[in-house]
Protein backbone atom coordinates (compact mmCIF):
# COMPACT_ATOMS: atom_id res chain seq x y z
CA UNK A 1 0.00 0.00 0.00
CA UNK A 2 2.59 2.39 0.86
CA UNK A 3 4.34 1.44 -2.33
CA UNK A 4 1.55 1.83 -4.23
CA UNK A 5 0.92 5.61 -3.02
CA UNK A 6 4.36 6.86 -3.53
CA UNK A 7 4.55 5.64 -6.91
CA UNK A 8 1.24 7.48 -6.86
CA UNK A 9 1.95 10.79 -5.70
CA UNK A 10 5.79 10.82 -7.24
CA UNK A 11 3.59 10.03 -10.58
CA UNK A 12 1.40 13.05 -9.60
CA UNK A 13 4.78 14.97 -8.53
CA UNK A 14 6.21 14.50 -12.02
CA UNK A 15 2.96 15.34 -13.84
CA UNK A 16 2.34 18.43 -11.85
CA UNK A 17 5.95 19.71 -12.69
CA UNK A 18 4.99 18.81 -16.44
CA UNK A 19 2.29 20.96 -16.85
CA UNK A 20 3.45 23.78 -14.91
CA UNK A 21 6.68 23.65 -17.57
CA UNK A 22 4.55 23.57 -20.33
CA UNK A 23 2.21 26.26 -18.85
CA UNK A 24 5.09 28.50 -19.33
CA UNK A 25 7.51 28.49 -21.31
CA UNK A 26 7.32 31.79 -22.75
CA UNK A 27 7.51 33.54 -19.00
CA UNK A 28 10.67 31.56 -18.75
CA UNK A 29 12.52 32.26 -21.87
CA UNK A 30 11.37 35.70 -22.73
CA UNK A 31 13.08 39.18 -20.90
CA UNK A 32 9.99 40.53 -19.82
CA UNK A 33 5.85 39.69 -20.06
CA UNK A 34 3.22 42.18 -21.26
CA UNK A 35 -0.02 40.98 -20.65
CA UNK A 36 -2.36 41.92 -23.28
CA UNK A 37 0.31 42.84 -26.62
CA UNK A 38 -1.83 40.63 -28.86
CA UNK A 39 -0.12 40.72 -32.40
CA UNK A 40 -3.12 41.39 -34.42
CA UNK A 41 -4.27 44.54 -32.04
CA UNK A 42 -2.80 48.25 -32.67
CA UNK A 43 0.44 46.30 -34.55
CA UNK A 44 1.78 45.14 -31.17
CA UNK A 45 3.72 42.40 -33.97
CA UNK A 46 5.63 45.58 -35.18
CA UNK A 47 6.13 47.19 -31.59
CA UNK A 48 7.04 44.33 -30.04
CA UNK A 49 9.49 43.29 -33.06
CA UNK A 50 11.28 46.88 -32.66
CA UNK A 51 11.48 46.61 -29.01
CA UNK A 52 13.78 42.92 -29.74
CA UNK A 53 15.93 45.05 -32.46
CA UNK A 54 16.41 48.27 -30.36
CA UNK A 55 16.20 46.69 -26.87
CA UNK A 56 17.62 43.01 -27.33
CA UNK A 57 14.53 42.10 -25.34
CA UNK A 58 12.18 39.35 -26.15
CA UNK A 59 8.45 40.04 -25.46
CA UNK A 60 6.23 37.14 -26.19
CA UNK A 61 2.76 37.84 -27.91
CA UNK A 62 -0.14 37.53 -25.68
CA UNK A 63 -4.02 37.68 -26.45
CA UNK A 64 -5.73 38.82 -23.15
CA UNK A 65 -8.35 41.53 -23.31
CA UNK A 66 -8.54 44.20 -20.59
CA UNK A 67 -10.96 42.19 -17.75
CA UNK A 68 -8.63 39.12 -18.73
CA UNK A 69 -5.14 41.01 -18.09
CA UNK A 70 -7.12 42.50 -14.69
CA UNK A 71 -7.93 39.07 -13.73
CA UNK A 72 -4.63 37.69 -14.14
CA UNK A 73 -2.68 40.55 -12.00
CA UNK A 74 -5.75 40.09 -9.19
CA UNK A 75 -4.50 36.74 -8.98
CA UNK A 76 -1.06 36.82 -9.41
CA UNK A 77 -0.85 39.72 -6.27
CA UNK A 78 1.53 37.87 -4.24
CA UNK A 79 3.63 36.89 -6.84
CA UNK A 80 3.60 38.76 -10.61
CA UNK A 81 4.53 37.37 -13.58
CA UNK A 82 3.89 40.21 -15.95
CA UNK A 83 6.12 43.40 -15.84
CA UNK A 84 4.02 45.77 -18.21
CA UNK A 85 0.49 45.60 -19.22
CA UNK A 86 -1.76 47.02 -21.58
CA UNK A 87 -5.31 47.93 -21.46
CA UNK A 88 -8.10 50.26 -21.92
CA UNK A 89 -7.62 53.89 -19.68
CA UNK A 90 -10.65 52.38 -17.30
CA UNK A 91 -9.05 49.10 -16.87
CA UNK A 92 -5.75 51.06 -15.91
CA UNK A 93 -7.23 53.27 -13.85
CA UNK A 94 -9.08 50.45 -11.87
CA UNK A 95 -5.57 48.63 -11.80
CA UNK A 96 -4.00 51.01 -10.14
CA UNK A 97 -7.06 51.90 -7.58
CA UNK A 98 -6.30 47.84 -6.92
CA UNK A 99 -2.48 48.33 -6.50
CA UNK A 100 -1.55 45.44 -8.60
CA UNK A 101 0.52 48.38 -10.84
CA UNK A 102 3.00 50.96 -9.37
CA UNK A 103 4.29 54.16 -10.36
CA UNK A 104 6.90 54.75 -13.04
CA UNK A 105 7.03 58.10 -15.44
CA UNK A 106 8.81 57.15 -18.75
CA UNK A 107 10.82 59.65 -20.45
CA UNK A 108 8.12 61.41 -22.38
CA UNK A 109 5.57 61.27 -19.01
CA UNK A 110 5.88 65.17 -19.02
CA UNK A 111 4.33 65.63 -23.19
CA UNK A 112 1.38 63.42 -22.11
CA UNK A 113 -1.66 65.78 -21.91
CA UNK A 114 -3.50 66.40 -18.17
CA UNK A 115 -6.83 63.87 -18.08
CA UNK A 116 -4.95 61.12 -20.24
CA UNK A 117 -2.14 59.89 -17.46
CA UNK A 118 -2.41 59.42 -13.75
CA UNK A 119 -0.43 62.03 -12.05
CA UNK A 120 1.81 59.21 -10.04
CA UNK A 121 2.65 57.14 -12.91
CA UNK A 122 0.42 54.20 -11.91
CA UNK A 123 -1.28 54.57 -15.95
CA UNK A 124 -0.26 56.42 -18.89
CA UNK A 125 -1.85 56.87 -22.58
CA UNK A 126 0.30 55.64 -25.33
CA UNK A 127 -1.57 55.92 -27.66
CA UNK A 128 -5.36 56.87 -28.69
CA UNK A 129 -8.29 55.37 -30.88
CA UNK A 130 -11.73 56.79 -32.23
CA UNK A 131 -14.59 53.83 -32.01
CA UNK A 132 -17.18 53.87 -35.40
CA UNK A 133 -17.60 50.71 -37.36
CA UNK A 134 -14.70 48.89 -39.39
CA UNK A 135 -16.85 47.28 -42.50
CA UNK A 136 -15.41 44.76 -44.97
CA UNK A 137 -17.82 45.84 -47.96
CA UNK A 138 -17.29 42.66 -49.96
CA UNK A 139 -18.86 41.04 -46.90
CA UNK A 140 -22.23 43.23 -46.85
CA UNK A 141 -23.89 41.09 -49.93
CA UNK A 142 -25.02 44.02 -51.36
CA UNK A 143 -26.01 46.19 -48.52
CA UNK A 144 -24.94 49.42 -48.29
CA UNK A 145 -22.45 50.47 -46.08
CA UNK A 146 -23.77 51.84 -42.61
CA UNK A 147 -23.83 55.51 -42.09
CA UNK A 148 -25.01 55.24 -38.18
CA UNK A 149 -25.71 53.06 -34.93
CA UNK A 150 -29.61 53.38 -36.51
CA UNK A 151 -28.89 51.77 -39.48
CA UNK A 152 -27.55 48.34 -37.51
CA UNK A 153 -31.27 47.88 -36.50
CA UNK A 154 -32.08 47.30 -40.21
CA UNK A 155 -32.98 43.55 -41.38
CA UNK A 156 -30.65 43.83 -44.35
CA UNK A 157 -27.83 43.93 -41.45
CA UNK A 158 -29.10 40.73 -39.46
CA UNK A 159 -26.07 38.50 -38.74
CA UNK A 160 -23.84 40.64 -40.29
CA UNK A 161 -23.02 43.25 -36.66
CA UNK A 162 -20.42 41.96 -34.18
CA UNK A 163 -19.45 43.88 -31.07
CA UNK A 164 -17.10 42.70 -28.50
CA UNK A 165 -18.57 41.78 -25.18
CA UNK A 166 -19.33 44.73 -23.15
CA UNK A 167 -19.00 42.78 -19.86
CA UNK A 168 -15.59 41.67 -20.31
CA UNK A 169 -13.81 43.69 -23.21
CA UNK A 170 -13.04 47.27 -23.31
CA UNK A 171 -13.49 48.38 -26.75
CA UNK A 172 -16.98 46.66 -26.15
CA UNK A 173 -17.72 48.96 -23.23
CA UNK A 174 -16.29 51.86 -25.11
CA UNK A 175 -18.84 50.84 -27.82
CA UNK A 176 -21.61 50.92 -25.14
CA UNK A 177 -20.45 54.45 -24.03
CA UNK A 178 -20.52 55.63 -27.99
CA UNK A 179 -23.93 53.76 -28.28
CA UNK A 180 -25.28 55.22 -25.53
CA UNK A 181 -24.08 59.02 -25.63
CA UNK A 182 -25.15 58.83 -29.38
CA UNK A 183 -28.79 57.78 -28.30
CA UNK A 184 -29.47 60.76 -25.64
CA UNK A 185 -27.52 58.75 -22.22
CA UNK A 186 -24.77 59.82 -20.48
CA UNK A 187 -22.33 58.21 -17.45
CA UNK A 188 -24.90 58.26 -15.45
CA UNK A 189 -27.93 57.20 -17.42
CA UNK A 190 -27.38 53.61 -19.49
CA UNK A 191 -30.79 53.46 -20.43
CA UNK A 192 -30.25 54.07 -24.39
CA UNK A 193 -27.29 51.67 -24.73
CA UNK A 194 -29.35 48.63 -23.00
CA UNK A 195 -32.52 49.69 -25.28
CA UNK A 196 -30.31 49.44 -27.84
CA UNK A 197 -28.38 46.44 -27.66
CA UNK A 198 -31.88 45.15 -26.79
CA UNK A 199 -33.38 45.91 -30.52
CA UNK A 200 -29.69 44.94 -31.98
CA UNK A 201 -30.21 41.50 -30.22
CA UNK A 202 -33.26 41.07 -32.71
CA UNK A 203 -30.99 41.48 -35.55
CA UNK A 204 -28.92 38.33 -34.44
CA UNK A 205 -25.30 40.15 -33.48
CA UNK A 206 -22.19 37.97 -33.05
CA UNK A 207 -20.84 38.95 -29.34
CA UNK A 208 -17.23 37.30 -28.96
CA UNK A 209 -15.09 38.35 -26.40
CA UNK A 210 -11.58 38.29 -28.24
CA UNK A 211 -9.84 40.62 -30.84
CA UNK A 212 -12.16 39.92 -33.67
CA UNK A 213 -9.90 41.68 -36.40
CA UNK A 214 -9.19 38.19 -38.51
CA UNK A 215 -13.10 37.43 -38.45
CA UNK A 216 -13.54 40.89 -40.28
CA UNK A 217 -10.92 40.90 -42.31
CA UNK A 218 -12.26 36.87 -43.51
CA UNK A 219 -15.95 38.36 -43.71
CA UNK A 220 -16.92 36.43 -40.93
CA UNK A 221 -18.11 39.71 -38.97
CA UNK A 222 -18.56 42.12 -41.79
CA UNK A 223 -19.50 44.68 -39.67
CA UNK A 224 -17.74 45.18 -36.29
CA UNK A 225 -18.00 48.30 -33.54
CA UNK A 226 -13.88 48.72 -33.43
CA UNK A 227 -11.26 51.95 -33.69
CA UNK A 228 -10.21 53.83 -36.65
CA UNK A 229 -7.31 51.82 -37.08
CA UNK A 230 -8.24 48.26 -36.98
CA UNK A 231 -9.90 49.55 -40.13
CA UNK A 232 -7.69 51.54 -41.62
CA UNK A 233 -4.93 49.04 -40.98
CA UNK A 234 -6.99 46.80 -43.21
CA UNK A 235 -8.20 49.51 -45.56
CA UNK A 236 -4.61 49.95 -46.44
CA UNK A 237 -2.31 46.39 -45.98
CA UNK A 238 -5.05 43.52 -46.73
CA UNK A 239 -6.71 42.08 -49.89
CA UNK A 240 -10.46 43.28 -50.48
CA UNK A 241 -12.79 46.31 -49.72
CA UNK A 242 -12.91 47.45 -46.31
CA UNK A 243 -13.76 50.86 -44.42
CA UNK A 244 -13.93 52.81 -41.38
CA UNK A 245 -17.40 54.91 -40.31
CA UNK A 246 -17.66 57.27 -38.01
CA UNK A 247 -21.31 57.04 -37.44
CA UNK A 248 -23.75 60.32 -37.87
CA UNK A 249 -24.55 60.06 -34.33
CA UNK A 250 -21.14 60.59 -33.12
CA UNK A 251 -18.91 58.74 -31.24
CA UNK A 252 -16.22 58.52 -28.67
CA UNK A 253 -12.04 59.03 -28.75
CA UNK A 254 -10.62 56.46 -26.22
CA UNK A 255 -7.10 56.33 -25.07
CA UNK A 256 -5.37 53.04 -24.40
CA UNK A 257 -2.33 52.65 -21.40
CA UNK A 258 0.31 50.60 -20.05
CA UNK A 259 1.22 50.36 -16.44
CA UNK A 260 4.35 48.84 -14.58
CA UNK A 261 3.33 45.96 -12.91
CA UNK A 262 3.17 46.12 -9.09
CA UNK A 263 6.88 43.67 -7.77
CA UNK A 264 7.33 43.07 -11.78
CA UNK A 265 10.25 40.20 -12.07
CA UNK A 266 11.79 41.74 -14.74
CA UNK A 267 11.07 45.33 -13.11
CA UNK A 268 14.23 46.98 -15.38
CA UNK A 269 13.16 45.53 -18.39
CA UNK A 270 9.75 46.45 -17.99
CA UNK A 271 11.32 50.50 -17.50
CA UNK A 272 12.90 50.21 -20.69
CA UNK A 273 9.99 48.63 -22.56
CA UNK A 274 8.08 51.79 -21.28
CA UNK A 275 10.53 54.52 -22.20
CA UNK A 276 10.91 53.62 -25.85
CA UNK A 277 7.26 53.01 -26.32
CA UNK A 278 6.80 56.78 -25.09
CA UNK A 279 9.92 57.73 -27.56
CA UNK A 280 9.59 59.50 -30.31
CA UNK A 281 10.55 55.78 -32.55
CA UNK A 282 8.31 53.88 -30.49
CA UNK A 283 5.19 56.90 -30.94
CA UNK A 284 6.40 56.90 -34.55
CA UNK A 285 5.60 53.21 -34.77
CA UNK A 286 1.89 53.70 -33.67
CA UNK A 287 1.37 56.29 -36.02
CA UNK A 288 2.45 53.50 -39.48
CA UNK A 289 -0.63 51.71 -37.69
CA UNK A 290 -2.73 54.53 -38.15
CA UNK A 291 -2.97 54.92 -34.01
CA UNK A 292 -2.91 58.57 -32.58
CA UNK A 293 0.12 59.27 -30.03
CA UNK A 294 0.15 60.11 -26.38
CA UNK A 295 2.01 62.54 -27.52
CA UNK A 296 2.10 65.92 -29.50
CA UNK A 297 3.64 64.23 -32.71
CA UNK A 298 2.49 65.21 -36.31
CA UNK A 299 1.16 62.44 -37.93
CA UNK A 300 3.33 62.03 -41.12
CA UNK A 301 2.08 63.14 -44.27
CA UNK A 302 1.31 59.92 -46.14
CA UNK A 303 -0.36 58.53 -42.69
CA UNK A 304 -2.39 61.60 -42.07
CA UNK A 305 -4.00 61.18 -45.69
CA UNK A 306 -5.19 57.91 -44.81
CA UNK A 307 -7.64 58.84 -42.08
CA UNK A 308 -10.86 60.61 -42.44
CA UNK A 309 -10.97 64.11 -42.88
CA UNK A 310 -10.62 66.16 -39.92
CA UNK A 311 -14.14 67.35 -39.71
CA UNK A 312 -15.33 63.98 -39.33
CA UNK A 313 -13.12 63.66 -36.24
CA UNK A 314 -15.05 66.38 -35.04
CA UNK A 315 -17.97 64.18 -34.04
CA UNK A 316 -15.82 62.07 -31.81
CA UNK A 317 -14.78 63.89 -28.35
CA UNK A 318 -13.79 62.41 -25.09
CA UNK A 319 -15.57 61.53 -21.89
CA UNK A 320 -14.79 61.71 -17.76
CA UNK A 321 -12.45 58.36 -18.00
CA UNK A 322 -12.91 58.00 -14.09
CA UNK A 323 -16.50 58.24 -13.94
CA UNK A 324 -16.62 55.68 -17.39
CA UNK A 325 -13.91 53.47 -15.45
CA UNK A 326 -16.77 53.93 -11.92
CA UNK A 327 -19.69 52.95 -13.83
CA UNK A 328 -18.34 49.74 -15.97
CA UNK A 329 -19.27 47.51 -13.50
CA UNK A 330 -23.06 48.58 -12.96
CA UNK A 331 -23.08 48.81 -16.86
CA UNK A 332 -21.83 45.24 -17.37
CA UNK A 333 -24.35 43.59 -14.94
CA UNK A 334 -27.01 45.43 -16.94
CA UNK A 335 -26.04 44.15 -19.88
CA UNK A 336 -25.30 40.68 -18.97
CA UNK A 337 -28.92 40.84 -16.78
CA UNK A 338 -30.99 42.65 -19.71
CA UNK A 339 -29.38 42.33 -22.76
CA UNK A 340 -27.56 38.72 -23.17
Not at 44 to 70: C, F, R, Y
Not at 203 to 230: C, H, M, W
Request: hydrophobic share 40%; aromatic share 10%.
Amino acid sequence: MTRTFLKASLAASLAASALLALAAPSAQAADAICYNCPPEWADWASMLSAIETELGLEVPHDNKNSGQTLTQLLAERGNPVADVAYYGVTTGIKAGAEGVVEPYMPTGFDEIPEGLKDPEGRWFTIHQGTLGLFVNVDALGGAPVPACFEDLLKPEYNGMVGYLDPSSAFVGYAGAVAVNRAFGGDLSNFDPAIDYFGRLAENDPIVPKQTSYARVVSGEIPILFDYDFNAYRAKYTEEGNFEFVLPCEGSVVVPYVMSLVAGAPNVENGKRILDFILSDEGQAIWTNAYLRPARPIELPEDVAARFLPASEYERATPVDYAEMERVQAAFGERYLAEVR
